[in-house]
């Protein structure tokens, strides 16, 4: 099974540059994207149900046009959760949860801490409840998979430009602690589980500097999953190669 997580920067910008006909070349099996930026309703036809795809489309209930999910499945889920229960995370539209036969998938867009005290504490909190919501649905499900766009990157490894960047948020102490925390649970970082040395190998790169055109970037967004699986992980990929956003496909094959 391929699944593959992309923040897009906006769903109906990479529509206008070929984003179907990439998902047709690709056909993953899952797909989730982040920061898709718009209601379901204002989706064309050929984007809000692709053929041979059952989509869920997760929005802001304040900001329009900000945050948003989508996940995109060959296999119909049995069940879709819209966030975790608690409002404040909810209604910002940042959490797919589907639940198959055999393993639950979460499609994540946490927050960024930029913008002041307020935004960094906010996006703690939520990885905090985030970390607390999985761990419950891991006792009843021990096959748990979540991916997306984690806002942090998580060693000096996973930035061209760590020291730079010790005091701005993506690569603050308490960010990455909580990565720490995640794997400390027994979660793999499955691209740093397959590839623990590779460098230089990046999903997100500042648009305005145009920091992509000399691979100055951050490696930010993940695939975990749980440690029942880690024998039925195959493959784990950064495709950076993939034009149309700030961000680059990131994703997995695996066993199931």
């Given amino acids: 099974m391929k699944i593959i997580s992309w923040n897009v920067n906006g769903i109906r910008a990479v529509h206008k540059k070929g984003f179907l006909q990439w998902l047709e070349d690709e056909s993953p099996d899952i797909l989730g ?7 379901d309703h204002q989706l064309p036809d050929e984007l809000r149900a692709p053929k041979g795809y059952y989509t869920h489309f997760a929005s ?12 995109y499945t060959k296999t119909k889920p049995e069940k879709i959760e819209y966030g975790i229960g608690i ?20 499609n994540v867009y946490f927050p960024n801490g930029g913008g002041g005290p307020e935004r960094l504490k906010y996006k703690l909190d939520f990885y905090d409840a985030f970390l607390t919501h999985v761990e419950k649905l891991r006792q009843k499900q021990p096959n748990i998979i979540f991916m997306g766009d984690v806002n942090t990157a998580h060693e000096e490894i996973d930035l061209a430009r760590p020291k730079e960047n010790e005091k701005n948020t993506g690569f603050l102490p308490e960010e990455r602690a909580w990565v720490d925390e995640v794997i400390y649970a027994g979660f793999l970082d499955t691209f740093r589980h397959l590839h623990p040395n590779k460098k230089d190998t990046y999903s997100y790169w500042d648009m305005k500097s145009h920091a992509r055109d000399r691979n100055v970037g951050w490696r930010i967004d993940y695939v975990f999953i749980s440690p029942s699986l880690q024998k039925k992980l195959q493959k784990s990929f950064i495709l950076s190669e993939v034009p149309g956003s700030d961000h680059c496909p990131v994703g997995v094959e695996i066993g199931l």
Avoid: M
């Fill in 87 to 106: 409002k404040k995370f909810d209604d910002e539209g940042r959490i797919l949860e589907a639940h198959f036969d055999n393993f639950i998938l979460l």
């Fill in 60 to 71: 802001s209930k304040g900001r329009k046009g900000y945050s948003g999910v989508a996940l």
């Fill in 33 to 39: 994207l982040q920061e898709t930026k718009a209601d």
